[in-house]
């Protein structure tokens, strides 16, 4: 694929419950970033990965969220026990080695919690 | 300190005009500021940015000017067009050789045929 690809791209969810978010990033691409974008609001960073390893997850809001990225390539963000506090867009972007060129994002998963 | 201050919160402009958007920052050692452009439903794109060596960068019709003093950078659109219609975020970095950003909250702009 041309961009980052992020799916699913709507997610409505009850509160309490698990969800999961996926995002593919460009090929080649070494690091992935996930923001949360609440609306009317900026983007906010949450996590991001150089490779397999997380080298900054100091955005987390709480220990409901994790995310993983096991092969180097696609990354899942996992929010447990979800609240409607939750319910944002997630975006997911990806670079060259951080800081090399431009980061490139998808269009996002827009999570609603009920 | 954290925080970087955007405004106008929205923004109507002539088909033609100028469109300015200005963000101010606390955090001296913030390195990097982009501005980012976003459709509605839309991930956010890089527009141009600039590093706080510089005072002034300039990409077809797209102007970041940078005040180091005074801790404020602004957008100006020239030749403002309706497809220009959009919000613009502003951001700030210091995690040199990241992309771990703090992003203003956002210019809505409406650019009038």
């Known amino acids: 694929g041309a961009g980052v690809s992020q799916t699913p791209s709507n997610k409505v969810t009850e509160k309490g419950k698990y969800v999961e978010l996926r995002c593919d990033p460009i090929?080649?691409?070494?690091?992935l970033y996930w923001y949360r974008q609440s609306l009317g609001q900026g983007p906010e960073f949450l996590i991001y990965?150089?490779?397999?390893?997380?080298?900054?997850d100091s955005g987390l809001p709480n220990d409901r969220f994790f995310a993983v990225r096991p092969e180097g390539s696609v990354s899942t963000l996992k929010i447990q026990r979800t609240e409607r506090g939750d319910s944002a867009v997630y975006l997911c972007?990806?670079?060259?080695?951080?800081?090399?060129?431009?980061?490139?994002f998808g269009e996002g998963s827009r999570l609603t919690v009920l | 300190q954290q925080q970087v201050k955007q405004s106008p919160q929205s923004l109507i402009v002539q088909k033609g005009g100028i469109s300015i958007i200005n963000c101010a920052y606390e955090?001296?050692?913030?390195?990097?500021f982009p501005w980012y452009q976003q459709f509605p439903g839309k991930g956010p794109a890089l527009l141009i940015a600039?590093?706080?060596?510089?005072s002034e960068k300039k990409e077809g019709r797209f102007t970041i000017s940078f005040n180091k003093s005074a801790k404020q950078f602004s957008l100006h659109i020239m030749d403002s067009q309706p497809g220009d219609s959009a919000t613009y975020f502003c951001?700030?970095?210091?995690?040199?050789?990241?992309?771990?950003?703090?992003f203003g909250t956002g210019t809505r702009l409406k650019v009038l045929a």
């Open positions: 972007a990806s670079s060259l080695p951080s800081g090399v060129g431009e980061l490139f």
């Open positions: 090929s080649g691409h070494t690091a």
């Open positions: 990965f150089q490779g397999t390893g997380a080298a900054d």
């Open positions: 955090n001296t050692a913030f390195d990097y």
């Open positions: 600039i590093r706080p060596d510089v």
């Open positions: 951001a700030a970095s210091y995690h040199s050789g990241t992309y771990k950003y703090i």
